[in-house]
């Protein structure tokens, strides 16, 4: 058998890309109620289609791309260890909404995913960190959250999130 990428590459790497069998958990919820106050932890919140989190200060527009935002589980213990902390960082410190565990987030770009039996988003884009990184971890904070700021999505269907819930990867249409 050839090697893999040898001939058509573009429908090897489609169909490479199309492979995402697994899936997540959602290990946690958080709800930023007013601009630069720290992070609510919640065991639910309601996603409301096309909008936002019912209880967080975001107000994107309809149709924005940055309506939720997610960070990798997994990314928490890299962070705090280029940050040259013994334990994984509090998720509350980094602002974003959930947390997930168990898939390869940046491998969901463009894709839609259903969290528990309601919700669906569709990942639109990186969740690059900010200059407040530095304020939340001291010099070199942003640099240690490169590639690690997690992802923005937009809430396609709406309801409720529960910490625990399944997440999946829908087929692509």
């Given amino acids: 058998m050839p090697f893999p990428f040898f001939g058509?590459?573009?429908s090897t790497i489609a169909r490479l890309l199309?492979?995402?069998p697994q899936q997540g958990r959602i290990e946690w919820i958080g709800l930023r109620p007013v601009r630069r106050e720290a992070?609510?932890?919640v065991a639910e919140a309601e996603a409301e289609t096309d909008r936002h989190l019912l209880g967080d200060h975001a107000r994107p527009r309809p149709g924005g791309k940055r309506q939720i935002t997610l960070i990798q589980h997994e990314h928490l213990?890299?962070?705090?260890g280029f940050l040259g902390l013994p334990e994984p960082l509090d998720p509350a410190r980094l602002r974003r909404n959930l947390v997930v565990s168990g898939l390869n987030l940046l491998a969901l770009k463009n894709r839609q995913i259903r969290i528990g039996a309601e919700v669906v988003l569709e990942i639109t884009g990186e969740c690059h960190p900010c200059s407040r990184m530095e304020e939340e971890f001291g010099p070199g904070g942003y640099n240690a959250m490169r590639g690690h700021g997690g992802l923005t999505a937009r809430i396609v269907q709406g309801g409720l999130l529960h910490v625990g819930d399944v997440v999946t990867v829908l087929p692509k249409d």
Avoid at 77 to 80: E, I, N, P, T
């Fill in 8 to 10: 058509d590459d573009k």
């Fill in 18 to 20: 199309g492979t995402l």
């Fill in 39 to 41: 992070m609510r932890v």
């Fill in 77 to 80: 213990a890299a962070v705090a």
